[in-house]
Nanobody, 114 residues
Framework: VQLQASGGGMVQAGGSLKLSCAAW????????LEWHRQAPGKQRELVASITMGGRTHYRDSVKGRFTISRDIANNTVDLHMNDLILEDTGVYYC?????????WGQGTLVTVSS
């Protein structure tokens, strides 16, 4: 599965961004879709995930601020990010998990400024 992430940019703290990840396979047929991020000097961490059945999971620090969703019509998995804080800065990667394989997108940079 090829993945193409987009939507990153620079935003002030308290602002919003929407990330999108386009897949070269039907989104509804992918077992698990995730957004990860990697801040400078830190390990990559899971931010949010959504299963084929629509169940979502968020890391504690983004609960209530981020929403992961699948856009079936556009075949993307989106991450709506609100009330951004400095600690949300990093490169965001989408990740698709299928039975027996997985794929990563190329990453999109999100920079939150004060």
């Amino acid at each position: 599965v090829q993945l193409q992430a987009s939507g990153g940019g620079m935003v002030q703290a308290g602002g919003s961004l929407k990330l999108s990840c386009a897949a070269w396979r039907k989104i509804e047929n992918i077992n698990l879709l995730e957004w990860h991020r990697q801040a400078p000097g830190k390990q990559r961490e899971l931010v949010a995930s959504i299963t084929m059945g629509g169940r979502t999971h968020y890391r504690d620090s983004v609960k209530g601020r981020f929403t992961i969703s699948r856009d079936i019509a556009n075949n993307t998995v989106d991450l709506h990010m609100n009330d951004l804080i400095l600690e949300d800065t990093g490169v965001y990667y989408c990740h698709a998990v299928l039975i027996g394989s997985d794929s990563w997108g190329q990453g999109t940079l999100v920079t939150v400024s004060s």
